[in-house]
C-alpha cells in the first residue's frame, strides 16, 4: 500500500505535499505548494484519513492519480478554506474530520467482504428485468451450462498432434470454437495442464510435449492467451481443466517412471522426493506428484494458481484423477509419506482422503482470495459409494471414487468447497450396475440446498457403440431425464472429437431437442451461509425492516452490475433480411467481478415494446457474443423487429436490457 502523501512522493502540480529534496534547495516542511503552516498538515491528514478510509473512496489515496478529481478538489477546497480560518476553528473543523473518519472505519469493519457480497447478491435474487411470475418455457432455459471437454493428452482432440505450425494449431481452435457456437454451446473445458507440464509459459513447469513433440519444447508464443481470448470472442466461458497430481506419461511416448526422461525443468528433476512411481513396471506406469507431501501438495497448487492470476479463466476444472485407478493387487507405496504425516487419522485410506480433501478446501479458498469470481468444478467419477457400502450411497454396485481415488465428492459438495460438480455419468439409462435413471436423482439430492451446482458428464464417446447406444436418442433421453430434477443446471461432453463426430446423429439430436435457442450459463452461487445471509436482508429490505440498514437493496441496482448497453444501430440487409446490431459497452467499473463477459441480444416480433415476460427464458434469445455487434441471420425480409441487448458480468448477472431498437427506430420495456 502506498505511504503518506507527506513521505517524499512524486505528484500532479496542486495536489497535495511533496517534499523537496536537499539537493534541489529544499528541507523538511519547504515544499512548492505552500504546506508550510502546521494546520495544513492537520488538514490533510484528517481528509486523508476520510477518504482514504471511507468504502466508497477508499480505493486510491488523494494523489495517487491525477485523474481522481474528486479528491484533488477536496484537497484544494481545504486549504483555501484554512488560510482564510483561526486555528481554533481549524482545530474543530480537524475534530469534526477525525470523527467522519472513525466513522468509516467502523464502515469498514462490519463491511463484506467484496466477492463474498457479490456472490451473496447473486444468491438472494438480485436480477434485472422483473420476471415475477412469467410463465417459462422448459425447453427453453434461460441459463443452462452447455460444455464439451477439449482434451490435449495423447492430442486427443486439440492440438490434432504434436508439432504442428502455430497457424494451423490456432485454426484448430478456433474450428472447436465453430462447433461449440453452432451446438449453441456456452462454455468449453479446455486442458491445460496434463502432467507437470503447461500449455502457457509457466513461471513453475515446462512446456507440455503435445504442442511441439518434445518434452519441454517453447513453441514461442502463448496458447494459453490465445485461447482465452478467442473464446471470450465468441460469447463462451472458459474454464481451464487441469491434472493435479499426474507428472509423467508411460514410455515410451513419456517419460515413465524414469524421472531423468523428465524435461529439463520439470519439478521432480529439482525435488525427486515428492515423486511416487504407480505402477512400479508395465505399460501404465508413470510418476505422480505425492498428495500426502506438504510441500508438493502446495506446490501443485502455486503451479494451478499461476494460470489463475495471469489469464482471464472462467473457471478452474479437475477431473477424476486424484489418487490413481488401482491396478491389480498393488497399493500405491506411500507408506513412508504415511508414517510421517498420517498422524491423526484411522487408517491410510482416511489420511489419503485428507489429503485430497485439504487440498480441495484450499484451492476453493485460494481461487476465491485471488479472483472471487473464477469458479472451481470438478468433474469425478460418477459413483461417490455403493449403498451396499454406505447407506447415504447410490443405488449401484461400481467402482466407488471415495475409495479408488480417496476422492469424498460428497463431501466438498456439502462443505461448499467446490462451485459446480460435472459427475461423469458414462452409462445408459437402465444399465444395471449403475443406472443413469438411478444417479441423477441421487447428485440432485446431494447438492440440494448447498448452492453447488450440478452439471453432468455425458458420454458423447459412446453414441453408436454397441447397446443401448446403438440408439441415437439415448443422449438426448439423458437430457430428457435430467428436466425432471430442476438440480441439474446443464451437460458437459466428452469429447470435442466425439461431438464433432455426431455418431448416429446423437448430438444433433441434442442440439434441435433440447439446446432449441442460445442459453446464459448459471448464475454463480454464493455458499450457504452467504445466500441465507443475502436472502435475509433483501426480506428485511422489503419489509422496511432496520436490520437491512447498510445492505444493498432487492432491487436492480443491488448488485453493481445493473448499468445496461447502449444500441448505436441496427441495420437490415434489403435483399436477405439479415440485421446487423451494434451496442456500446455499459457505462460501469467493468473490472473485477463486474466486468463484461459476454453480450446477449434479443428480438421480438413488431415494433414493441417487449413485454417484460419476453426476457424470462430463451425464446427471444437470438445471439450471445463476446464482440460488441452481431448479425441476426435469422431475420425475414421485410419483417419488424425490435431488438434488446443486456451485458453478463464475470459472474454470470444480467444486467438491465438496453432501449430497444427497430430498425434504427427506438422501442421501449413494457411495465406488464
Known amino acids: 500500500m502506498p505511504g503518506p502523501f507527506w513521505e517524499g512522493r512524486a505528484e500532479t502540480p496542486g495536489c497535495g505535499c511533496r517534499v523537496v529534496p536537499a539537493d534541489q534547495g529544499g528541507s523538511v516542511g519547504a515544499t512548492p505548494n505552500g504546506c508550510r503552516d502546521r494546520r495544513y498538515l492537520a488538514w490533510y491528514v484528517a481528509v486523508w484519513l476520510v477518504l482514504a478510509l471511507t468504502p466508497t473512496w477508499g480505493e486510491t489515496l488523494p494523489c495517487d492519480l491525477a485523474a481522481v478529481g474528486g479528491k484533488r478538489v477536496i484537497l484544494r477546497t481545504v486549504r483555501g478554506l484554512v488560510s482564510r480560518r483561526p486555528l481554533s476553528a481549524t482545530a474543530l473543523l480537524v475534530l469534526l474530520a477525525v470523527a467522519l473518519a472513525v466513522g468509516s472505519v467502523v464502515g469498514v469493519l462490519f463491511a463484506v467482504d467484496r466477492g463474498s457480497a457479490d456472490r451473496a447478491g447473486a444468491a438472494a435474487g438480485y436480477g434485472s428485468v422483473d420476471t415475477t411470475g412469467c410463465p417459462v418455457d422448459a425447453a427453453r432455459p434461460k441459463r443452462q451450462f452447455r460444455a464439451m471437454w477439449i482434451t490435449t493428452v495423447l492430442n486427443l482432440d486439440w492440438p490434432s498432434r504434436a508439432g504442428l505450425d502455430e497457424a494451423t494449431i490456432k485454426a484448430e481452435y478456433v474450428s472447436w470454437l465453430d462447433l461449440a457456437v453452432k451446438d449453441r454451446f456456452n462454455a468449453v473445458i479446455v486442458m491445460v495442464r496434463v502432467a507437470g507440464d503447461t ?91 505425492n498428495p500426502g507431501d506438504p510441500d508438493a501438495r502446495r506446490f501443485v497448487e502455486d503451479a494451478i494458481l499461476d494460470a489463475v492470476a495471469r489469464y482471464d479463466i472462467d473457471g478452474v476444472h479437475f477431473d477424476d484423477f486424484f489418487y490413481p485407478y488401482p491396478v491389480g493387487t498393488q497399493d500405491f507405496p506411500d ?264 453480450y446477449l441480444v434479443y428480438r421480438f416480433d413488431g415494433p414493441g415494446p417487449a413485454d417484460r415476460c419476453g426476457f424470462a427464458d430463451a425464446t427471444h434469445l437470438v445471439a450471445t457474443t463476446g464482440a460488441r455487434e452481431v448479425t441476426d441471420a435469422t431475420a425475414h425480409p421485410g419483417q419488424q423487429y425490435s431488438y434488446y441487448v443486456t451485458a453478463v458480468d464475470r459472474l454470470g448477472r444480467e444486467s438491465d436490457p438496453s432501449s430497444g431498437r427497430v430498425l434504427g427506430t427506438a422501442a421501449s420495456l413494457s411495465p406488464r
Open 199 to 289: 500449455l502457457w509459459p509457466s513461471r513453475y513447469e515446462p512446456w507440455s510435449q503435445y504442442l511441439t513433440g518434445t518434452r519441454g519444447g517453447d513453441p514461442g508464443w502463448d496458447p494459453l492467451a490465445f485461447v482465452v481470448a478467442e473464446t471470450h470472442r465468441r460469447g463462451l466461458e472458459f474454464h481451464a481443466w487441469f491434472n493435479p497430481y499426474r507428472a509423467s506419461m508411460p514410455a515410451p511416448d513419456g517419460a515413465g517412471t524414469d524421472i531423468g526422461q523428465l524435461a529439463a525443468g520439470h519439478p521432480l528433476r529439482k525435488h525427486p522426493e515428492w515423486a511416487v512411481a504407480y505402477p512400479a513396471t508395465g505399460t501404465s506406469a508413470r510418476l505422480y506428484f
Open 335 to 598: 507408506d513412508a509419506t504415511f508414517a510421517r504425516y498420517g498422524a491423526g487419522f484411522a487408517d491410510k485410506a482416511a489420511w489419503r482422503r485428507g489429503n485430497v480433501d485439504l487440498m480441495i478446501k484450499e484451492m476453493h479458498q485460494r481461487i476465491r482470495d485471488l479472483k472471487p469470481w473464477v469458479r472451481f468444478g470438478v468433474s469425478p467419477f460418477g459413483i461417490w459409494r455403493n449403498a451396499s457400502a454406505d447407506p447415504l450411497g447410490s443405488p449401484t454396485a461400481g467402482n466407488q471414487s471415495y475409495v479408488s481415488n480417496a476422492a469424498d465428492t460428497k463431501e466438498w459438495v456439502e462443505k461448499g468447497w467446490i462451485d459446480y460438480i460435472v459427475p461423469q455419468l458414462y452409462w445408459n439409462i437402465g444399465f444395471t450396475i449403475a443406472d443413469y435413471a438411478a444417479l441423477v436423482p441421487w447428485w440432485a439430492k446431494v447438492v440440494e440446498g448447498t448452492g453447488v451446482q450440478l452439471y453432468i458428464g455425458q458420454a458423447a464417446y459412446r453414441a453408436g457403440s454397441s447397446g443401448p447406444w446403438l440408439d441415437g436418442g439415448e443422449l438426448s433421453a439423458h437430457l430428457a431425464l435430467n428436466q425432471r430434477y430442476p438440480q441439474v443446471t446443464g451437460d458437459v461432453y466428452f469429447s470435442a472429437k466425439d461431438v464433432r463426430a455426431d455418431r448416429l446423429g446423437a448430438v444433433s439430436r441434442v442440439v434441435s431437442e433440447r439446446y432449441a435457442a442460445p442459453a446464459l450459463t448459471p448464475q454463480a452461487s454464493a455458499s450457504p451461509q452467504a445466500s441465507a445471509s443475502a436472502s435475509a436482508r433483501a426480506t428485511a429490505a422489503a419489509s422496511g425492516s432496520a436490520e437491512a440498514s447498510g445492505s444493498p437493496p432487492a432491487t436492480a441496482a443491488a448488485s453493481g452490475f445493473r448499468p445496461a448497453p447502449a444500441i448505436t444501430g441496427a441495420e437490415a440487409d434489403r435483399g436477405t433480411g439479415a440485421v446487423r446490431i451494434t451496442w456500446q459497452a455499459p457505462e460501469n467499473k467493468r473490472s473485477g467481478s463486474d466486468a463484461v463477459r459476454a
